[in-house]
């Protein structure tokens, strides 16, 4: 069965650096595209990006460029999120997902991690 | 960019009852739209694709409908475990995604 394992909770200061993994298993990890989606506590859901574990090639929202690097180790079937200069408003719970579809327009989201708080705090 | 709006931003409902949420788009996506549900403390799981189509495992009581800018869902009979948010989001703007805000489903 398809599984996404994410690594635990992390508490970092502001301006410092934080790095995500998500270890996939049950499936072919450089078939599906993986996308990242955090969530504030209490807010709504915000897309920000996707890795091609094939290729490596990433696409990520506007709003996190230049913060935000996704990577992938295909060997062990594991992509990263790495998102840099934090700021108070970036805790949130950072979740991986399996990105689905018709190969083009149609994307969705069938398997998620079990998510990932980051709490950035001086 | 391709704004998401979702109505009601909550609800209270019944066990038993007919229960429809909202998702508009600021343009036409086609039926390029996917829905959501989320429980406190969980992860978003997938209930509908390509506004009509219903993931394998999700009871038939939830469907989708709608095209172009306009998109319901439907739980035809609220059950105690549907308590939760709901989410809409958007593909039509591949590379690059959105959700709409969420409506959350309470208990009346």
């Known amino acids: 069965q398809v599984q996404l394992v994410q690594s635990g909770a992390e508490v970092k200061y502001p301006g410092a650096s934080v790095k995500v993994s998500c270890k996939s298993s049950?499936?072919?990890?450089?078939?599906?595209?993986m996308h990242w989606v955090r969530q504030a506590p209490g807010q709504g859901l915000e897309w920000m990006g996707w890795i091609n574990p094939d290729s490596g090639g990433t696409n990520y929202a506007q709003k996190f460029q230049g913060r935000v690097t996704m990577t992938r180790d295909t060997s062990i079937s594991t992509a990263y999120m790495d998102l840099s200069r934090l700021r108070s408003d970036d805790t949130a719970v950072y979740y991986c997902?399996?990105?689905?579809?018709?190969?083009?327009?149609?994307?969705?989201?069938?398997?998620w991690g079990q998510g990932t708080l980051v709490t950035v705090s001086s | 960019d391709i704004q998401m709006t979702q109505s009601p931003s909550s609800l209270s409902a019944s066990v038993g009852d007919r229960v429809t949420i909202t998702c508009r788009a600021s343009?036409?996506?086609?039926?390029?739209l996917n829905w959501y549900q989320q429980k406190p403390g969980k992860a978003p799981k997938l209930l509908i694709y390509?506004?009509?189509s219903l993931q394998s495992g999700v009871p038939s009581r939830f469907s989708g409908s709608g095209s172009g800018t306009d998109f319901t869902l439907t739980i035809s009979s609220l059950q105690p475990e549907d308590f939760a948010s709901y989410y809409c989001q958007q593909s039509y703007s591949t590379p690059i995604f959105t959700f709409g805000p969420g409506t959350k489903v309470e208990i009346k």
């Open positions: 343009q036409s996506i086609s039926s390029y």
């Open positions: 390509a506004a009509s």
């Open positions: 997902a399996r990105g689905n579809g018709d190969g083009f327009t149609l994307v969705y989201f069938d398997y």
């Open positions: 049950g499936y072919t990890f450089t078939g599906n595209y």
